[in-house]
């Protein structure tokens, strides 16, 4: 990992040498020199890592490997309080800046003294670090594998022991395992080679599955030529290759070919072609982490019409895809265990029962311990192993289940999980290490919003800029990255878009990520109560029982402080960030969210490097003055807060990317009141870099400058009137990259004037309009990439007929109407090629609605509520064939007397939902019919 940390380090360098060259005054030449000693200390430090890793606890090269990490650690640490002290002295102006102005000169003096001279000490560090190299034998040319390395050293691979699992101790995999056994001996493809990939996190199984199948005799019978070959992370395509044709022959008890040690990857190629071209024969390719590999191996593997089978195991979901050449291939993704699985296994393996007995005495730490496992097999077997060894000491059975980290860390028994698991960690390129260890500052069973987390990797600095791609669009590739590899699990996504919501790590990983960090500088620290604080850590989490020793603290380094948990409470609100800027002057990510803080000091202000601030649902108020000194900041979160106005000081912040600022009542009834957006005083032509604006509330003024903000991507405002309509129209046309935008008018009579927009955004995917519309703005029909679209209160009526202009959208995936039409009938004739959702709610005057022949062929979701004059369902629905759930909210006695339904005890039609409605956001279930057709 020191070539993590001295990546990220230079990563920083170059840019702050570029960017703030005139407050490097006098340690300029120095910065510039460190930096170019690191870029050349970069040729060998793979090496180092690698024998690191190699290396015993107490080994000299795990120590320079230390001391590089920390090195680099003190360089950041040093310029930022260079930057910081410097930022201050010019912050300080006015009549009290001259008071100071003597006091303060010869401090300042002394500080760019006492810098000056750190950065001496840390050029003489790297040049030594640098030269100690030598005695370890770094190469500089050697690109050796982390894994590798690793294992080769390694008297025993803990994950050889997937391959030798019993079958009696097999749980959740039997229904897949014969599954792949009736694919692989016939079934539709049973002439042509045909790949299956099983796909899954370390640990899930995924090799005891294959092995299973492998070693089965109705599969040992139908292929005569089988080969197993475990990949790994460090392969060469020539010695893949020499394995198969060995292991062909072996298992056919045929001499191996002479001559295949000197043969190069052509001549591999044409023997291994020429030896299987007439025969059947099956391959496990265990353990793939390449997409390289298979575009050499598949050039060996003829498609002789034979019903040849390959499968594939791997952790990366990129990989499995790649494979998978023609319909018949199958991914498989595996998942954890269910519960009541996971109770099988660990009873099983503890207590060597089948059918679920344990020691009633001891149940209330084994459901503890069988629930942190999370479902994950490797983690249930390896805690089981140790558990036989307690035996029934209770005792025993209590600390395993309270100090289960530490135990990951420390017990031999259990050390093979976080192995297995680190394996994926070490595959990561560099820069995708630091953005996968901060899932470790967030608390166990933590889901996290995916927009959240990369704010807050870009804040730290973790995000590289490429061209043509904005900082959010590269880390979101970077968590896609991170997804596909099988670290990180998504919680929540778009059901449409496929955009990501919400992601987590698995509870076992996130133990083996907390391990990783305290190997680097940067890991991080969770402050509870009485527990003692640790000034070096990079990110302190707090939770709501560290009141008072979050108090305490003097003096910080962190990067990062999150509040977690409600901390403080409605007697005692959080009052200890006083002297913030003090105690936490290298802050970039500043987290209040869900906090009881009902104040910001003033003194925020004076944190130069915050990139990152969110008072989310916090009791905060007003937002000091001394904010316009954050020149650095790039997110301001006041979602769910009492901010109602943006002084005019944030107005200038030059490097804002994103302010999020609304408030939505959820105990009133949904109504266009109920939505308030944050008031921005005077000018925002400052905001040049901003990508995110929801939700400001109209001004004159603003309506025409938001114009000028053409990065943006998301855009919301509030109480728009009629008269402003036009400029904002003018202001829309120039936002080329906006996704997602949301205008609400100020009452429900309002009606928006929004036909002016001449060159709509083509990137708009999102598109919320509340208020009323003389006529659907004809610009609409011109968003090819629209996905979701939602109209409120627009009360369309006339000779228009809106759904002519709607059905051309050839990506609409999601429509919502609510008091949008004011029409008798309703005909969906046609079109909505793509569309799955369908809401259509509070249609007063609608009687008739009709589904032709041949529209709405995907749609899956229909619900309909609130229309008093709807006599029937809607005429034709039976030609909505891919209809699964059908609602009815608050509809009328008279239509739901009406209603003729046949019930179906096979799945024939969709699921139908009788639902009363309170609100928005509670309904009652009256009636669920699972399967339907209407008469």
Not at 496 to 508: A, I
């Amino acid at each position: 990992m020191a070539e993590t940390s001295v990546n990220i380090v230079i990563d920083k360098l170059v840019p702050l040498l570029r960017e703030e060259g005139n407050l490097l005054r006098g340690i300029h030449d120095d910065v510039t020199s460190i930096k170019d000693l690191l870029e050349c200390m970069k040729s060998f430090l793979k090496d180092a890592d690698a024998k690191a890793e190699r290396a015993n606890r107490s080994s000299g090269v795990k120590t320079w490997v230390k001391k590089t990490r920390e090195m680099t650690a003190d360089i950041e640490d040093v310029i930022d309080e260079y930057l910081h002290h410097v930022a201050r002295r010019r912050n300080k102006r006015g009549f009290i800046g001259f008071l100071h102005k003597t006091s303060h000169f010869l401090g300042g003096l002394f500080a760019r003294h006492k810098i000056a001279s750190e950065i001496q000490l840390i050029k003489k560090r790297v040049l030594q670090i640098q030269h100690t190299s030598e005695q370890y034998g770094f190469n500089s040319t050697e690109q050796t594998s982390f894994s590798s390395s690793r294992i080769d050293d390694m008297l025993f691979d803990p994950r050889m022991a997937s391959l030798y699992t019993e079958e009696a101790e097999l749980v959740g995999i039997q229904t897949l395992r014969d599954k792949l056994i009736d694919w692989s001996i016939g079934g539709e493809v049973a002439s042509r080679r045909s790949v299956s990939s099983l796909v899954g996190m370390g640990g899930l199984g995924k090799t005891t599955l294959a092995k299973k199948v492998f070693d089965n005799p109705r599969f040992t019978e139908w292929f005569d030529w089988r080969a197993w070959i475990r990949v790994s992370q460090s392969y060469k395509n020539e010695d893949i290759l020499r394995n198969m044709i060995a292991k062909f022959h072996r298992v056919r008890k045929e001499s191996v070919p002479e001559g295949i040690e000197t043969m190069d990857l052509n001549l591999l190629i044409d023997t291994l072609r020429e030896y299987l071209k007439e025969k059947r024969y099956a391959i496990v390719l265990d353990d793939v982490w390449s997409t390289n590999l298979w575009q050499c191996v598949k050039l060996a593997l003829p498609d002789n019409n034979n019903g040849s089978r390959i499968i594939i195991t791997t952790r990366h979901s990129e990989v499995a895809t790649s494979c998978r050449e023609a319909i018949p291939d199958q991914v498989y993704n595996l998942k954890p265990l269910s519960q009541y699985e996971s109770w099988e296994l660990f009873c099983k393996k503890t207590f060597r029962y089948t059918e679920g007995y344990y020691p009633p005495e001891l149940e209330q730490f084994a459901t503890t311990i069988v629930s942190r496992c999370g479902g994950l097999p490797l983690a249930i077997v390896a805690i089981s192993g140790l558990l036989q060894t307690k035996g029934g000491d209770v005792s025993q059975w209590r600390k395993l289940r309270d100090s289960l980290s530490s135990e990951l860390e420390s017990n031999p028994h259990l050390t093979d999980i976080t192995k297995i698991l680190s394996f994926s960690y070490y595959d990561l390129p560099y820069q995708l290490r630091p953005c996968f260890l901060y899932f470790g500052t967030y608390p166990e069973n933590r889901t996290i919003k995916c927009s959240k987390l990369i704010r807050q990797w870009i804040a730290e600095g973790f995000i590289k800029e490429q061209r043509r791609k904005t900082l959010e669009d590269v880390a979101e590739e970077y968590l896609t990255e991170l997804i596909q590899r099988s670290l990180v699990q998504v919680s929540l996504a778009d059901d449409f878009s496929g955009k990501l919501r919400e992601c987590q790590v698995h509870d076992v990983m996130r133990e083996a990520v907390i391990l990783l960090r305290t190997e680097d500088m940067s890991f991080s620290q969770f402050l509870e109560e009485d527990s003692s604080f640790n000034e070096n850590c990079r990110h302190l989490s707090v939770y709501s029982n560290a009141y008072n020793s979050f108090g305490s603290i003097k003096n910080s380094r962190a990067h990062s402080l999150c509040f977690f948990n409600d901390i403080g409470d409605s007697q005692n609100p959080l009052t200890t960030c006083s002297n913030l800027c003090k105690r936490f002057k290298l802050l970039r990510v500043l987290d209040f969210e869900d906090s009881l803080l009902d104040n910001l000091p003033e003194e925020v202000g004076y944190m130069y490097h915050l990139k990152y601030l969110s008072l989310r649902n916090t009791r905060v108020k007003i937002l000091p003055k001394s904010m316009r000194k954050l020149v650095n900041l790039e997110t301001l979160d006041l979602k769910h807060s009492l901010v109602h106005q943006i002084p005019i000081e944030i107005n200038k912040l030059p490097k804002l990317r994103s302010l999020l600022a609304y408030t939505e009542d959820k105990n009133r009834e949904f109504c266009l009141t109920r939505r308030r957006g944050v008031v921005i005083q005077y000018g925002i032509e400052g905001w040049v870099h901003l990508q995110k604006l929801y939700a400001v509330e109209a001004t004159d003024s603003l309506v025409k400058e938001v114009g000028n903000l053409k990065q943006l991507r998301r855009f919301g405002i509030r109480k728009l009137t009629n008269k402003q309509g036009k400029d904002l129209c003018v202001s829309i046309g120039n936002m080329r990259h906006l996704k997602s935008l949301e205008v609400v008018a100020i009452n429900g009579d309002e009606t928006l004037d929004l036909q002016h927009i001449s060159s709509p955004p083509q990137c708009l995917q999102i598109l919320t309009l509340m208020g009323r519309l003389e006529k659907l703005p004809d610009w609409i029909a011109e968003l090819c990439l629209l996905t979701r679209l939602d109209l409120y209160w627009s009360g369309l009526a006339g000779d228009h007929d809106p759904l002519k202009v709607l059905q051309g959208l050839p990506n609409l995936m999601r429509l919502f109407i609510r008091e949008a039409f004011s029409c008798d009938e309703l005909h969906f004739e046609g079109g909505f090629p793509k569309l799955k959702w369908l809401r259509l709610m509070q249609l007063k005057g609608l009687k008739l609605m009709t589904m032709h022949n041949g529209a709405l062929p995907l749609l899956d979701t229909l619900e309909i509520g609130s229309s008093p004059q709807l006599q029937q369902v809607p005429s034709g629905i039976r030609h909505l064939k891919n209809l699964e759930y059908l609602s009815f909210i608050d509809m009328p006695s008279h239509f739901m007397d009406g209603i003729h339904v046949q019930e179906t005890k096979h799945r024939v039609g969709p699921r139908v939902f009788f639902v009363n409605m309170k609100d928005d956001n509670e309904f009652t279930i009256v009636k669920v019919i699972d399967s339907a057709i209407f008469e």
